[in-house]
């Protein structure tokens, strides 16, 4: 019988994902460069939604870095709806896994409207958003047959940010040494993905007992976490099917804390920055204060804090978010799995086309 692919073999299969992508790196981005080449590029919109949008969210410094760009990270309806694009040296870059995404394709439609340049970047071919955009770009990560996107997260944000380095190399914004530097600084960091996540799995089995109580859950972060804080909500949402929430860390202490009680669980992305002592003072002010269920995943190896995740991360500041939510989407699968349900499977397999958010 064949063995039926799982959320969990799909996190471990991330960092040969992007491997794949570097590797193939040339392939890949061929059309995407020459569409490119002596363009008057001045402002990148990247736009998506769920996962597709925090994938552009933790690419966007570096985009924004090294080719010397503003990029607005957008969901497409918002796009769509804007009256006016100011700038019509503007490249819109759609992105769409599934490349059926209804409101990237009416974006993208736009886009063209306008007389922009346009670029779709999809995980699986001969899909229909790949005829709504002047070129396209594979996300090149093999197969992911289940509902919550994963190794699609990851190798979304790979594609996204060697396309920027790609296209500073073309610029000549950026040489070769530097190009490697920044290849060698993100598959770095996904090595270590396939030991994060047995350690989270051995982690979460210590802390299941009162994982399993929990109903109202809000993960906190800040900073070059904020993509793992995004979809890390995202995915135990999906897969848990409670109430599961997601806030940068000053934006939680502007009234969230109001709500804060005995029955509320805390996830905190503690990475390392500016901000980390402050976190940790705030969860050490819900533990005391109002009994909250507070846990930590951190590079703290010193951390005194209870019920903490500690990992030796490499805290890039461009890719700690493709090393940071692996402990998320862990704690997403093995915690679904433990409250019976399969999120593998949607709740509702026909809900994208009662929606028509799908164009099939």
């Keep these: 019988m064949t063995k039926q692919i799982d959320m969990y073999d799909y996190i471990l299969q991330s960092n040969e994902a992007v491997e794949n992508i570097v590797k193939h790196q040339d392939a890949i981005f061929m059309q995407a460069l020459a569409y490119c080449k002596d363009k008057q590029i001045e402002q990148v919109y990247i736009l998506g939604s769920g996962t597709s949008y925090h994938a552009a969210v933790a690419a966007k410094r570096l985009f924004e870095e090294i080719t010397q760009r503003k990029v607005i990270t957008m969901y497409p309806m ?46 699986e071919k001969d899909r229909p958003v790949s005829d709504h955009a002047d070129c396209n770009v594979m996300i090149e990560i093999g197969l992911e047959l289940v509902g919550p996107k994963t190794k699609g997260f990851i190798g979304s944000i790979a594609t996204i940010a060697l396309f920027a380095i790609k296209l500073a190399k073309q610029e000549g914004l950026l040489d070769d040494k530097n190009k490697e530097q920044l290849e060698a600084r993100m598959l770095a960091t996904t090595y270590n993905i396939p030991d994060i996540a047995a350690k989270a799995w051995t982690w979460y089995k210590q802390n299941q007992e009162d994982l399993l109580k929990c109903r109202r859950m809000i993960i906190i972060g800040y900073d070059n976490c904020m993509s793992a804080m995004l979809e890390g909500t995202l995915k135990i949402l999906e897969a848990v099917r409670y109430s599961v929430v997601g806030y940068e860390l000053e934006e939680f202490m502007h009234g969230v804390y109001h709500s804060i009680d005995s029955d509320t669980y805390l996830i905190y992305i503690g990475s390392k920055g500016n901000h980390y002592s402050r976190m940790i003072n705030m969860l050490k002010y819900f533990k005391d204060e109002r009994n909250a269920h507070n846990y930590l995943i951190t590079f703290d190896q010193n951390t005194d804090i209870e019920k903490a995740f500690v990992y030796p991360f490499i805290n890039d500041d461009y890719f700690a978010s493709m090393e940071y939510v692996i402990a998320l989407q862990v704690i997403a699968r093995k915690l679904s799995f433990d409250l019976g349900i399969d999120c593998n499977i949607p709740s509702d397999p026909l809900f994208h086309n009662k929606m028509k958010s799908y164009d099939f």
């Design 78 to 123: 918002e796009f769509v709806d804007n009256e006016k694009i100011f700038n019509k040296k503007t490249l819109v870059i759609g992105i769409s896994h599934a490349g059926r995404s209804s409101s990237t394709i009416k974006a993208l439609d736009k886009a063209k409207k306008l007389g922009l340049m346009s670029i779709a970047m999809t995980a």
